[in-house]
């Protein structure tokens, strides 16, 4: 025990840092019941993201199993992933 | 199949708790419904300011929230007492009441004044009490629940551990055939689209997605825009990065499931599983909304702390704050830190959420029942004239 991360649904592809992690460490974190060591490639700060897999630009991020917004460039497995590489998409029923 | 020990009704339904409930129908009458409930055992009123003077759908959103304080299955036997001239008279939300099998009385203060009322309100209220006390709690499936969810005072950890795991607890509880409520529209804003798409219609996904514009027109003619400048500078510091995710935080609570109906402020669910109430965000308006709505137990996350608890459903505070779990220890029902720390699983919280929901459906009182937080307040949409 002792996560340094978590992924908070199944269907996440990015976990969240519970504490401040360095570049360079490698972090457990646990995929679908797996646990998976992720080796990070850039400082996360406590609460910031993470990414669990290599993705496209134009990919969804998902977090608590949704998608909460789309890549801007390519990001790598273990990338900070943040306001720098993600933004939401317009979507319908917006005023 | 999971069960809890509660009170059966004659309407089929079951409560967690067994109030006799004095209801003032309008606020005049407030003074002497509190005068009847004080110091009697098992008696509670509900604080209603309102009753008269509203305009519009405000008549029916105060009748169903009173009523649905009435019928609901906490609730044993009910004491209406109105002041005469109002227009939400007490006869006719007795009447209502009364539909769902319990004992109603009527008192009017114009009638007789209030220490009459008064007097002859606490003989009533006390004769209630002696037959509540007669039931005996009986093993009930937790199907029977309906779980009201609810956030605030949130921090980063709400989002990130307190509210998941109130999730996999929503998500136990419509496995077992239970209900869940999840409401707070305006928190919708930024992940609506997400949201309709796990309903079970097209028509609930519109209405959804009306829901949200509703209040988010409302917002525009008081001449604040929500999305804008959402997340905050704040949020994104925190880690948040787009408005979907700071939403989905606060949504996840209802756990994974497909939406099975939409319901107006303080109405009934008619069916099982995650139901959606359109409600504020505002604490008490939204606690007072499920309530009415036949909710008997609520769990509610924070990371700040909140005191609050509801006249006749018990109030699970939750939160992951270490820091808020020791400064508000007599406030607090269950800390989920060990979620932040990494020592606990969400799912493991879950699991110990939905222990503490059956336990307390049960009997075991909760901080806010204990200290005597009793909060009401009613959400209208117009000016009262």
Known sequence: MGYKAIVIDTKDNVATALTTLARGIRVAVEIHDREESILLRSNIPEGHKFALQDMEEGEPIIKYGEEIGQCTTKIFRGDYVHVHNVASQPKEGEI | ?385
Not at chain 2, 116 to 142: N, T, W
Not at chain 2, 183 to 189: A, G, H, K, R
Not at chain 2, 235 to 249: A, D, V
Not at chain 2, 327 to 336: L, P, S
């Open chain 2, 1 to 385: 199949m999971t069960t809890f020990e509660g009170y059966f009704r004659a309407d089929g339904k079951a409560g967690t708790r067994n109030y006799v409930l004095i209801i003032p129908s309008v606020g005049c009458s407030q003074g002497a419904a509190q005068a009847i409930a004080r110091g009697i055992k098992g008696a509670v009123f509900v604080p209603n300011i309102l009753g008269c003077g509203q305009i519009g759908e405000d008549h029916a959103i105060v009748k169903r929230t009173l009523v649905g304080f009435g019928t609901n299955p906490n609730v044993f036997s009910v004491l209406v007492v109105g002041n005469g001239c109002e227009q939400l008279s007490a006869h006719s939300l007795g009447k209502a009441i009364a539909s769902s099998g319990k004992k109603v009385e009527i008192l009017v203060i114009q009638d007789m004044g209030t220490k009459k009322a008064i007097s002859l309100g606490r003989r009533i209220v006390k004769e209630m009490c002696a037959e509540a006390m007669k039931l005996i709690r009986e093993p009930i499936p937790v199907s029977e629940l309906i779980l009201g969810t609810e956030c605030g005072g949130s921090d980063y950890t709400s989002g990130l551990a307190s509210n998941p795991a109130v999730g996999a607890a929503s998500d136990l509880l419509v496995a077992e055939g239970g209900t869940v409520i999840l409401s707070e529209t305006p928190e919708f804003i930024g992940a609506e689209h997400l949201v309709a798409r796990r309903a079970r219609t097209p028509e609930m996904a519109q209405q959804i997605l009306n829901a949200v514009a509703w209040w988010e027109r409302q917002s525009f003619l008081a001449g604040q825009n929500i999305r804008e400048g959402n997340p905050s500078p704040g949020n994104i510091e925190g880690g948040l990065t787009t408005l979907e995710e700071k939403s989905l935080g606060c949504i996840y609570k209802g756990g994974t499931g497909p939406l099975e109906e939409v319901i107006s402020y303080a109405s009934s669910p008619t069916r099982k599983g995650l139901v959606f109430m359109d409600t504020p965000a505002h604490d008490i308006e939204q606690l007072t909304g499920m309530a009415a709505g036949g909710s008997q137990i609520i769990v509610f996350t924070t990371g700040r702390g909140t005191p609050i608890g509801s006249p006749i459903a018990p109030v699970i505070k939750i939160t992951a704050n270490r820091t808020t779990s020791r400064t508000m220890r007599a406030n607090m029902d269950m800390d989920v830190s060990s979620i932040i720390l990494g020592n606990e699983k969400v799912r493991e919280a879950g699991s110990r959420i939905f222990q503490e929901i059956i336990s307390v459906a049960s009997g075991t009182l909760v901080k806010a029942e204990k200290l005597g937080y009793r909060d009401f307040c009613m959400f209208t949409v117009n000016i009262n004239i």
